[in-house]
């Protein structure tokens, strides 16, 4: 087996509730980060250090790799690749999302779930808050798409890329299969499950895809790799993917059961009133978090011909769940 090259974890500051972002520097040849974090004076400033303190200068990265485009993982991208004229490798879909379109789209997903103006005028302003953080990936210099499955080769890694949405349309794994080890960026944290963000697709004809049933198979996808280490975007290392995984799909599999009974308890309840009575959000972010989840688990139950949705009314039962127990 080669050596592994030295893989550094440099948690950065974000200004969202998740807190720090895990950005990895690979000491090798071309000198690579994995994710940037986001672009504020206060991250870049530190991550300047932090390679200062390497007898490294942002202007010597080469190569950036993005796990996926949100912004606390990808926002600074553009601004790295302009000052040291690096490569930024990326999923097409990442570089694809515009924050003022999918304002938009949210917005109106967020009306025709039943929110209310005074709620939807507080959610623009934290979408906005974002999306002062980050520059979007289009048009950003040195751009270049990987695809599904392709090898990268990276300071004597061979990193396969595994296309793995749920969370975000344009997620990337990369797994080094030889150090059995995987960047799994937000698909498996430490603590916590990632949120199941709505994808949006103009050309769909709700206008998203279903995120929960992508993320499922991105747990397959993630689980047939082994007992492998995983390199997560927040917190700190897995030491058995298959397990998070698991984990994972056991918890989303609890929360559909029981996104199900409260639709039960509270018959042609909207989706919007479904989110505060479930997740009791404290403010405009964590609403949106609330109702992304809501949202998902919603999708899923209707693609399991468990409910129907209808924009602008309430959730519609089609089986009880006395009856889907015997199903199971
Ligand atoms: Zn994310």
Known sequence: MRDLPGIEKIPLPTPF???????????GDPLTLIDTGVASSRSLDELAGQLAARSLDLRDIEVIVLTHGHYDHAGAAPEIARLSG???HCHEAAARSRSGQEKAAFSR???DSGAPERVLAGFEKAMSFGASFGEPLAGAPGLRFIQDGQMIRLCGMDLLALHTPGHSPGHLCLADQEHQLVFCGDLLLQDITPNPL???????SRGRVPSLPLYLGSLDRIEALGSVKGLTGHGGDLEDTAVVARRNREHVSQRATRVLAACHENPGVTP???????????DPGDLALAFSETIAYLDLL????????????GVELLAGPSKL???Q
């Not at 509730?17 to 000491?27: A, D, S």
């Not at 209707?302 to 009314?313: D, S, T, V, Y």
């Open 272 to 282: 919007f009133a479904l989110a505060l009575g479930l997740f009791r959000p404290r």
């Open 86 to 88: 690096a490569v930024i």
């Open 17 to 27: 509730p998740v807190g720090r972002v895990n950005v990895y520097l690979l000491r």
């Open 109 to 111: 997903l967020l009306r």
């Open 325 to 327: 127990g015997r199903a």
């Open 198 to 204: 709505p994808h949006f697709d103009p050309g769909r």
């Open 302 to 313: 209707e693609e399991q011909q468990r409910i129907k949705l209808r924009p602008g009314a």
